[in-house]
């Protein structure tokens, strides 16, 4: 029996099993992957998911199943001592190696600039002042977060501070976060929105909600011992029915409002201490 | 490196009575002086921080100068005891420099300051397989924790410290993983040498380490800490006494760290035997030599972030406090300035054992040599770039993040190629399915999924979703104990027949190995689902529908629990018990460390070497026209 020819069937193998996956990354575990799509950022992040599970497939294929094709093909027979070819490189496929990983890595980066940009920050944290800002009205937001909840203030509504997220779907949100003693991260799950919460630092985050729902909210970044209970449901409602609730919400805390500072992008808390 | 002479090893001591040999330089006085040194630092403390000099301590009665200064006493006194200052003050007061302290003197000698290097590794390979299965019980009771969406086994602050103690272990104990044991055994007879540079400093690096690993453990007697492994400001300014162990833990750490990597860049660059080459170095020896360039840079910028800290809870600083005119945002930088190249210390040597015995069980030689080796320096280059990558929502720089994004992305292709080098070793190769060979490919396969599933957490819109939850926790997990863990089992399980002269039951390694493999997938696999489900690291509380999934990884961490268990008893059953002698050359390696006798003598070589050609000189010159041999077997 002569040696087949690895290098073409194992060519064939690959291809075969790529053609087999792709759809399946595309159409069944693509649309698992994402937050969802309960907002443009939400679905945006799905979709990048997606296509980098696309871009990854050929790749995980190609070394799992060199391995495996390795393992029962270029074996050591048993009680053997073969050697094999005494070959210690081959600068043909190491060059379309280096040219292939490099294009695609290029396209990698390229792409998701142009998606982390054009999407205004895909719904992630960009600082006080992020590069790519949604153009039109936004309803200024700002959660601030402490140990162990975060609250919301609608600047436009009075300063009124809530203990619970509403929010106006279709509508352009900016999220100001920050912190009033340690570090917190504000997740809104199904709204693809993930912002640090430092103290004194306003952090800009930006998401348009498409459609009515309840989200979660967490604290995504390790802030004391009850941080996994910073836990609460926000919800997304009708135009109308977010006037109704922020013009209700404006009598319920009222009182609890003319205690609170003034409104600011940051607040100067004191110092954090032991046992606070 | 001949200044000094090398006298001929003198006669072994005539046997003292044991009382007479306790007394004197060793564990023993070290422990006792550790605890005088730990109270007398305790004391000076308590006069410099008295009750309410410092403002947080109005709130409490805790008085962190007084336990800094106590561990930093308890360190000194510990390292007198061992026998570290003789030297120094020896040559203050005029004496002859020598070379050795403690050398083949008998089992005692692994109990103490030694400087051969062969003592030092197998210290290093004891030492840290102790502090590894102290993390691994943590890493058990968080699991244990977690069968649960509410905090049932242990308190919310307790399951903090647990989960802290875990990864602070792992991450601080295992950055030597490799070139503890390894490293300091077999780099200086791969490059044909008869020590290291700095035989004393390398001891140095060992028992600051064990000293380190005991302070990290006796947080729980101060409260524990809850910032996780990360430490991040200003929670860390918030936390009780438990934090400075983890201070000066990491601060030792960071010491012993470059301290081990300056004097293997030191040993690499100096003291080759005539012939070994650059171009003809071992490639785990290059690994090693990268890493040590990672762990010098790196782990100082480490120790001054924790001196910060230490400052800022200590004397009212305020560094990282924003109330005090600080940043938060300064720790995380100077923090993953030191933990991005950090995460690649732990990578990096495992590249460097899984390629070297690639070739041995392939019987090929290493394929792609040169580009293993631009592989390594280049993530030791591009691992400097991508820190803030880890800060991507932070709001930090946020104009930079496709930079950052771009940086991270690019160490993939470096990292392409050790894999490159990988397949192309195996290619048409006479694989032999030995233990060591089976980790090797199985790092292959965890390293492909880690790093794969880091390409989707550099990407900014992703990272959003991903970051910070169980996704990054299964992804570093796939590359730190799928790469590092993986590789350092098959270093164990090629290397260590040659430095005890015994062979392990071959049959218990396969039961560990299939049992740890299958086991590992099965813990961290759904760990990425939980984490697309919206679950975050470090918590005790979490949604009630990730109940299922969080029970099945549990059940799979307990199983990989026992196939490490199995593994402990092979070792104790293998190396104490059955005692059965290794072959000289099992493996039929033709590295150099195989060609010396077992045990290896304490100068390594009657006659240093002279190299003709690199350690991979396997393979038949053509290649195989004729087909597959014969089924009977050659």
Same mark, same amino acid.
């Given at each position: 029996m002569s040696e087949p020819n690895h290098a073409r069937r194992f060519t064939l193998l690959w291809l075969l099993a790529t053609v087999i996956a792709l759809p399946i990354v595309i159409w069944v575990i693509g649309p698992l992957i &994402?937050? *969802?799509? =309960?907002s443009d950022q939400a679905s945006g992040q799905g979709t990048d998911a997606t296509v980098l599970a696309v871009i990854a497939t050929p790749v995980i294929l190609l070394v799992m199943l060199y391995l495996l094709y390795s393992v029962i093909f270029f074996r050591q027979p048993s009680g053997g001592a073969l050697e094999g070819p005494a070959v210690r490189g081959d600068s043909k496929v190491q060059t379309t190696w280096i040219v292939i990983t490099s294009v695609l890595v290029l396209i990698v980066a390229v792409y998701g600039t142009v998606r982390l940009e054009s999407a205004n &920050?895909? *719904?992630? =944290?960009?600082?006080?002042?992020?590069?790519s800002v949604p153009s039109g009205p936004k309803l200024p937001v700002q959660v601030i977060a402490q140990q162990w909840y975060f609250t919301y203030r609608f600047p436009t509504y009075g300063g009124v501070e809530t203990p619970h997220l509403v929010l106006p779907v279709n509508t352009q949100i900016e999220l100001n976060v920050t912190s009033l003693d340690v570090i917190h991260s504000f997740w809104a799950y199904q709204l693809g929105v993930k912002a640090d919460a430092n103290p004194q630092v306003n952090n800009v985050a930006f998401v348009k909600p498409t459609k009515v729902m309840r989200f979660e909210v967490r604290c995504s970044?390790?802030?004391?011992?009850w941080h996994g209970s910073m836990f609460d449901y926000g919800h997304v409602v009708s135009v109308p029915a977010f006037k109704q609730w922020i013009a209700r919400a404006q009598v319920t805390y009222a009182a609890a409002k003319a205690a609170l500072?003034?409104?600011?992008?940051t607040y100067a808390p004191e110092p954090t201490r032991r046992g606070g | 490196m001949s200044t000094t002479t090398e006298s001929a090893p003198t006669p072994q001591p005539t046997r003292r009575p044991l009382w007479r040999r306790l007394l004197g330089f060793n564990l023993l006085t070290a422990v006792l002086l550790g605890v005088a040194g730990y109270y007398v630092g305790w004391y000076i403390g308590r006069q410099i921080?008295?009750?309410?000099?410092?403002?947080?301590q109005k709130k409490s009665d805790e008085n962190d100068v007084a336990l800094l200064l106590a561990y930093f006493g308890g360190v000194v006194g510990f390292l007198i005891g061992l026998g570290f200052a003789n030297y120094p003050i020896s040559r203050l007061l005029g004496r002859p420099p020598s070379l050795?302290?403690?050398?083949?003197?008998?089992?005692?000698?692994?109990?103490g300051l030694c400087t051969d290097h062969k003592v030092v590794g197998m210290q290093y390979l004891v030492g840290i397989g102790v502090f590894f299965f102290v993390g691994g019980v943590n890493a058990m009771l968080i699991r244990t924790e977690l069968l649960?969406?509410?905090?049932?086994?242990?308190g919310p602050g307790q399951y903090l410290s647990i989960v802290g103690i875990h990864g602070t272990m792992m991450m601080g104990m295992m950055t030597s993983g490799i070139l503890g044991p390894f490293g300091n055994y077999f780099v200086p007879i791969m490059i044909g040498?008869?020590?290291?540079?700095?035989p004393r400093i390398e001891a140095l690096t060992f028992w600051l380490l064990m000293a380190a690993g005991f302070i990290l453990a006796s947080t729980i007697f101060f409260?524990?800490?809850?910032?996780?492994?990360?430490?991040?400001?200003p929670l860390n300014d918030q936390a009780v006494l438990g934090m400075d162990s983890y201070i000066m833990f990491f601060a030792l750490v960071g010491t012993s760290m470059a301290l081990l990597g300056l004097n293997m860049i030191a040993t690499i660059m100096t003291m080759r035997?005539?012939?070994?080459t650059w171009s003809r170095l071992p490639i785990f020896v290059w690994s090693v030599y990268a890493t040590s360039v990672l762990m010098v840079l790196a782990a100082p910028m480490l120790v001054a972030t924790l001196l910060m800290s230490a400052l800022d809870r200590t004397i009212?600083?305020?560094?990282?406090i924003t109330g005090g005119g600080g940043s938060s945002y300064l720790y995380q930088n100077l923090f993953w300035f030191f933990g991005h190249p950090e995460v690649y210390v732990l990578a990096l040597p495992g590249f460097g054992v899984v390629l070297e015995l690639l070739p041995v069980f392939a019987?090929?030689?290493?394929?792609?040599y040169r580009l293993a080796v631009a592989g390594m320096l280049g993530v030791t280059l591009m691992s400097f770039f991508v820190w803030q990558h880890h800060l991507f929502?932070?709001?930090?720089?946020?104009?930079?993040r496709p930079f950052y994004m771009l940086s991270t992305e690019i160490i993939s292709i470096p990292t392409g190629f050790i894999f490159l080098c990988f397949m192309g070793t195996l290619w048409k190769s006479r694989i032999t399915l030995s233990v060591p060979m089976l980790f090797c490919l199985a790092w292959a396969f965890n390293f492909l999924i880690g790093g794969t599933s880091g390409v989707v957490l550099s990407d900014v819109p992703t990272d959003t979703q991903l970051h910070g939850s169980f996704f990054v926790m299964a992804h570093f997990h796939y590359t730190i104990m799928g790469g590092l863990i993986f590789s350092f089992f098959a270093a164990i399980y090629y290397w260590v027949p040659k430095m005890t002269g015994l062979r392990f039951n071959e049959r218990l390694a396969k039961w560990h190995f299939w049992i740890m493999f299958i086991a590992f997938n099965s813990t961290f696999m759904p760990l990425f689902a939980l984490g697309i489900k919206g679950m975050p690291r470090r918590v005790t509380t979490y949604a009630e529908n990730l109940v299922g999934l969080n029970t099945w990884v549990s059940i799979s961490a307990f199983v990989l629990g026992f196939s490490m268990l199995i593994f402990i008893v092979n070792a104790v059953y293998s190396m104490i018990f059955a005692r059965i002698p290794a072959e000289s050359n099992p493996w039929r390696s033709k590295s150099i460390e195989w060609q010396l006798?077992?045990?290896?003598?304490?100068?390594?070589?009657?006659q240093i070497p002279v190299f003709d050609s690199d350690p991979y000189d396997y393979g038949t010159p053509q290649p195989i026209a004729t087909g597959r041999p014969a089924s009977a077997g050659a």
């Open positions: &994402g937050p *969802g799509n =309960g &920050g895909a *719904g992630s =944290g960009s600082g006080a002042t992020p590069l970044e390790l802030c004391g011992i500072p003034p409104y600011s992008k | 921080g008295f009750e309410g000099s410092f403002h947080y050795r302290e403690k050398e083949g003197e008998g089992v005692g000698r692994y109990f649960h969406d509410t905090p049932t086994v242990v040498a008869r020590r290291m540079a700095f409260g524990g800490f809850p910032t996780g492994w990360t430490g991040y400001q035997a005539p012939g070994m009212d600083t305020s560094f990282f019987r090929k030689p290493l394929w792609g929502v932070s709001g930090i720089n946020a104009d930079l006798p077992t045990p290896v003598p304490v100068h390594n070589f009657d």
